[in-house]
């Protein structure tokens, strides 16, 4: 399945936070939060979005910081191959 995110839509995929603390410490899976670190592998066309201009500042393969509880989540073809549509606005960093 291709996603081709509209408008100002960026597609996410999410990079999965480290099991172990630095001091060797086990996180339980329950117990993890959220990961906040993407991926971009999609990014919308931008233009006009709710009456105003939106320019991209994204692009494909960059790495960014993106609000905890933003965007909607989306199985691809099987459970483990998850990405989450966010708006530009919900992202926050891009780490360089």
């Known amino acids: 399945m291709t996603i081709r995110p509209l408008g100002d ?3 996410l995929k999410p990079i999965e936070a480290e099991e172990t603390t630095a001091s060797g410490i086990v996180i339980p ?3 993890k939060e959220k990961p906040q670190q993407a991926e971009i592998i999609a ?5 006009m979005v709710d009456g105003k201009e939106v320019k991209m500042e ?6 960014v ?3 905890k509880y933003a965007g909607t989540e989306i199985e691809k073809d099987n459970k483990d191959d998850k990405v ?3 708006r530009q606005s919900d ?5 360089e």
Do not use: N, T
Not at 58 to 63: A, D, E, I, L, P
Not at 91 to 95: D, G, K, N, R, Y
């Open 9 to 11: 839509r960026v597609v």
């Open 29 to 31: 899976g329950k117990e």
């Open 43 to 47: 990014v919308g066309p931008g233009g």
């Open 58 to 63: 994204v692009s494909v393969g960059q790495k």
């Open 65 to 67: 910081i993106y609000s």
């Open 84 to 86: 989450i549509i966010v």
């Open 91 to 95: 992202i926050l960093a891009v780490i």
